[in-house]
Structures are given as C-alpha cells and as structure tokens.
C-alpha cells in the first residue's frame, strides 16, 4: 500500500467511500491496468469536500496525466466552473483530451500542453488567478512552481499539493531509496517552506501518498 497509513486503517477509509460509476470508474480501471499514476480514492474525497467547501470558479491543475482528476474535480464542482490543467506528456495529453470530449466537457477543461515551469510563468504575465491550485505533477519541482502559484491564487485560494510525503521517504530516511534521494531533499524543503512560512497555514495530511494543504494568512491572522 502506501507506506503512509497503516494497511487496515487506508482500507477502512477507503471502505466507507462510494465507488465511482461511468467514466471515472472506466479511468480508474484504464490507469490500473496501463500503471497511469492518479489521485488516491482517499484524495479524490478529499478534493470532493475541499470542492464542497471552497466552491472555486477557476480550479488549476498540475499534472492532467489521462484527465482523470480534472473530470473528477468538475463533476464535483458547481456548473459554470472552469478548468484548467497543465501537461507535457503528449501521449497523455491525446488520452486525456479524448476523455474530456468524451464527457463534453472540452468548454469547461482546457489543457495547457508544455512544462509546469513554463506555462505557470506565461500565466502570470497574463494575471490569472485561481481559487484552488492543484500540484500534481513533478514531485522534485513543487518548490520551484510553489511561488508562481501563489502568484496565480486568489486572496482566500487555496494550494493542494499531492504525494508530499512520497511514499514515507519524505518523513523517513528508513525508507529511502538512494534513486529518490533528490526528489526526497525537495521534497523536504518544499514542506519546510510552506511550514516556516508565516504568511501560510500548512496541514499536512498523511492520506495517500501525503498532501499538504495550504492557504495564505489574513493580514490580523
Ligand atoms: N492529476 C492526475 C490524476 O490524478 O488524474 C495525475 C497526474 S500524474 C501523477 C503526473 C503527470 O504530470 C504526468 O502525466 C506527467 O507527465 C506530468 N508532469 C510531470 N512533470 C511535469 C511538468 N514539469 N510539466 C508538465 N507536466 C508534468
């Protein structure tokens, strides 16, 4: 399992929550049977209810691997809520746009294709703002798109960030692998930044592979 929670209790969870029908559960199927990595069970409730509670407008996604996320995310969303998730994978970027014109949803979900890096800077110069940032993608670079984000997020947005705890690395040297040592160092200092941060709440959760939760302060906060 995922070396984050114990077996019994990740099991439990994820016991008491409703399966997917149509298309999510056909992605779900797709992505076990091609080893696509996407969100946990577990995290895909969790955005549910952050959804449910932060009703955003505009969501941005890092990391649309076949579109998975993204339709979960505007399933669970209210009507006119827009989408937009980035990828540079272009075999990912074809399944996943069949997905989204499988649903009907090419109005409301738009891919970006390239890098994170890139796309995440030009959206900047053009003052775009989100009131949830999904980070989904590039494990080692979460540092690095961190800023960028912060700069696309509306006042009250609110920054997810998945797999933060990498397989237990992140928070144990036990479990390290020496091929993951770089990602794990980031990894690290990503959390020791949204944590030491004063202008930021931080809740990191360990539910699949980790997230962490992140929203900026008010100024009397
Ligand atoms: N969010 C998806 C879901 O749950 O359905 C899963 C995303 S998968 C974990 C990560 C994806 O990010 C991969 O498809 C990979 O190609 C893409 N990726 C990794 N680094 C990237 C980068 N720097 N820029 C753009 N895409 C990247």
Same mark, same amino acid.
Do not use: W
């Given at each position: 399992?995922? /070396?984050?929670?114990?077996?019994?209790m990740e099991s439990y969870i994820r016991s008491k929550i409703a399966?997917?029908?149509?298309?999510?559960?056909?992605? #779900?199927?797709?992505? *076990?049977?091609?080893?696509?990595?996407?969100?946990?069970?577990?995290?895909?409730?969790?955005?549910?209810?952050? @959804?449910?509670?932060?009703?955003?407008?505009?969501? =941005? #996604?890092?990391?649309?691997?076949?579109?998975?996320?993204?339709? =979960?995310?505007?399933? *669970?969303?209210?009507?006119?809520?827009?989408?937009?998730?980035? !990828?540079?994978?272009?075999?990912?970027?074809?399944?996943? *746009?069949?997905?989204? !014109?499988?649903?009907?949803?090419?109005?409301?979900?738009?891919?970006?294709?390239?890098?994170?890096?890139?796309?995440?800077?030009?959206?900047?110069?053009?003052?775009?703002?989100y009131d949830l940032i999904f980070m989904d993608a590039g494990k080692?670079?979460?540092?690095?798109?961190?800023?960028?984000?912060?700069?696309?997020?509306?006042?009250?947005?609110?920054?997810?960030?998945?797999?933060?705890?990498?397989?237990?690395?992140?928070?144990?040297?036990?479990l390290v692998i020496r091929r993951k040592i770089t990602i794990v160092?980031?990894?690290?200092?990503? @959390?020791?930044?949204?944590?030491? !941060? /004063?202008?930021?709440?931080?809740?990191?959760?360990?539910?699949?592979?980790?997230?962490?939760?992140?929203?900026?302060?008010? #100024?009397? !906060?």
């Amino acid at each position: 399992m995922s /070396k984050i929670a114990y077996d019994y209790m990740e099991s439990y969870i994820r016991s008491k929550i409703a399966d997917h029908g149509g298309i999510l559960k056909e992605l #779900e199927e797709y992505a *076990k049977e091609n080893s696509v990595p996407i969100i946990h069970k577990e995290v895909a409730n969790f955005l549910d209810l952050m @959804i449910n509670i932060i009703k955003p407008k505009k969501i =941005l #996604e890092l990391g649309t691997a076949i579109g998975y996320s993204a339709i =979960l995310m505007h399933e *669970k969303s209210q009507e006119n809520t827009k989408i937009t998730t980035i !990828e540079r994978d272009e075999k990912m970027i074809k399944i996943a *746009k069949t997905n989204i !014109e499988k649903c009907g949803l090419n109005k409301d979900i738009q891919i970006l294709e390239g890098d994170c890096l890139d796309i995440l800077k030009s959206m900047e110069v053009e003052n775009l703002k989100y009131d949830l940032i999904f980070m989904d993608a590039g494990k080692g670079h979460y540092n690095e798109f961190f800023p960028h984000c912060l700069n696309l997020l509306t006042e009250d947005g609110v920054i997810i960030g998945d797999n933060v705890l990498f397989r237990g690395m992140v928070a144990s040297n036990d479990l390290v692998i020496r091929r993951k040592i770089t990602i794990v160092k980031r990894m690290r200092k990503y @959390i020791d930044m949204i944590s030491n !941060e /004063k202008k930021f709440t931080t809740s990191i959760i360990p539910m699949g592979d980790g997230i962490a939760v992140t929203k900026r302060r008010r #100024e009397h !906060e």
